[in-house]
């Protein structure tokens, strides 16, 4: 009887509940009857919601058996803002997942096309969809206010992927690639919070294939006629091209025109090769863009 006993005392209005005590015969349908039956008193208005998961768990979180996130954890991996958009932007009747494996790239990508959305001048189609964002987003916020514009968003995988090129310095990092994007004051307190979390996603979550620590010197190995070749027309192909304007798509075909069909080595082998020289492992991040952020000089003196 102690919740319908708190509901008259109260006059409690209106009290969620979880999917467990939502069923027929639960709780909640024993409490609505008390309430009536001893006190003469409506029961509240209920919304029941669904169970919040763990992308890459076992399932539904569980304080019974162990299985908890806390909102410290999460906001090591997401912004406040980002941490209440993944609710806000749920039916609460619905099950969602919190992703904290490689799907935070994903949610991360999302979050940034609906915050572009809400944020954006209102479209002549579907006007109540964008009404609906904008209401989503203010829930979203730390202040219940809406900004005037979106901050500059880095895009979650490339920042990664930079972070580490940059050994993790964050200010290295923003001089280096966004120097030209980050503009304002929000600007750059948006960036320097999402290289945080990037860098605390790569830390504890992060799967093995995303880690990986440039070389500092070159690294010898044991290569066959073939690998030799190879190696040398990507050397070639690299002192001539303009790493910083040409396009990552056309690198990609000059790398196999010139380096892979040019020396007739394998393709497998070929990337193997040129990632060890790079970062010590047989796969990682997409070749052609990898070798424009890395720079004409260090790519160089580690081929």
Same mark, same amino acid.
């Given at each position: 009887?102690?919740?319908?006993?708190?509901?008259?005392?109260?006059?409690?209005?209106?009290?969620?509940?979880?999917?467990?005590?939502?069923?027929?015969?639960?709780?909640?349908?024993?409490?609505?009857?008390?309430?009536?039956?001893?006190?003469? #008193? !409506?029961?509240?208005?209920? @919304?029941?919601?669904?169970?919040?998961?763990?992308?890459?768990?076992?399932?539904?979180?569980?304080? +019974?058996?162990?299985?908890?996130?806390?909102?410290?954890?999460?906001?090591?991996?997401?912004?406040?803002?980002?941490? #209440?958009?993944?609710?806000?932007?749920?039916?609460?009747?619905? /099950?969602? !997942?919190?992703?904290?494996? =490689?799907?935070?790239?994903?949610?991360? /990508?999302?979050?940034?096309?609906?915050?572009?959305?809400? *944020?954006?001048?209102?479209? /002549?189609?579907?006007?109540?969809?964008?009404?609906?964002?904008?209401?989503?987003?203010?829930?979203?916020?730390?202040?219940?206010?809406?900004?005037?514009?979106?901050?500059?968003?880095?895009?979650?995988?490339?920042?990664?992927?930079?972070?580490?090129?940059?050994?993790?310095?964050?200010?290295?990092?923003?001089?280096?690639?966004?120097?030209?994007?980050?503009?304002? +004051? =929000?600007?750059?307190?948006?960036?320097?919070? #999402?290289? $945080?979390?990037?860098?605390?996603?790569?830390?504890?979550?992060?799967?093995?294939?995303?880690?990986? $620590?440039?070389?500092?010197?070159?690294? @010898?190995?044991?290569?066959?006629?073939?690998?030799?070749?190879?190696?040398?027309?990507?050397?070639?192909?690299?002192?001539?091209? /303009? *790493?910083?304007?040409?396009?990552?798509?056309? *690198?990609?075909?000059?790398?196999?025109?010139?380096?892979?069909?040019? !020396?007739?080595?394998? +393709?497998?082998?070929?990337?193997?090769?040129?990632?060890?020289?790079?970062?010590? #492992?047989?796969?990682?991040?997409?070749?052609?863009?990898?070798?424009?952020?890395?720079?004409?000089?260090?790519?160089?003196?580690?081929?």
């Amino acid at each position: 009887t102690d919740g319908p006993m708190r509901w008259a005392y109260e006059k409690v209005d209106f009290d969620p509940g979880g999917k467990d005590p939502s069923s027929e015969g639960s709780s909640y349908d024993t409490a609505k009857q008390i309430v009536q039956a001893v006190w003469g #008193r !409506s029961p509240p208005i209920y @919304q029941p919601y669904d169970f919040v998961m763990m992308k890459g768990g076992t399932g539904k979180m569980s304080s +019974s058996r162990g299985e908890m996130l806390t909102v410290s954890t999460a906001l090591k991996i997401y912004s406040p803002v980002m941490v #209440r958009w993944i609710f806000a932007n749920q039916r609460p009747n619905t /099950d969602f !997942s919190i992703a904290f494996d =490689e799907d935070v790239i994903k949610l991360h /990508d999302e979050f940034d096309r609906f915050e572009e959305y809400a *944020l954006g001048p209102k479209p /002549d189609k579907k006007p109540e969809n964008w009404t609906t964002a904008r209401r989503t987003y203010q829930l979203s916020t730390i202040d219940d206010k809406l900004p005037a514009a979106a901050p500059y968003r880095a895009p979650f995988r490339d920042l990664t992927t930079r972070l580490q090129i940059c050994d993790g310095d964050i200010d290295r990092t923003m001089q280096k690639f966004y120097k030209a994007e980050i503009k304002t +004051s =929000e600007d750059k307190t948006a960036f320097i919070l #999402r290289a $945080k979390c990037a860098m605390n996603w790569l830390d504890e979550f992060a799967p093995d294939s995303f880690r990986y $620590k440039i070389h500092t010197t070159p690294v @010898q190995m044991s290569l066959n006629n073939d690998q030799k070749v190879a190696l040398e027309k990507l050397r070639s192909l690299v002192e001539k091209v /303009d *790493l910083e304007t040409i396009d990552p798509k056309d *690198l990609n075909q000059s790398i196999y025109d010139e380096a892979i069909r040019g !020396s007739g080595c394998d +393709s497998k082998i070929f990337f193997q090769m040129v990632y060890n020289k790079l970062i010590g #492992r047989d796969q990682g991040p997409r070749l052609p863009a990898f070798m424009k952020e890395l720079g004409k000089e260090r790519l160089l003196k580690l081929l």
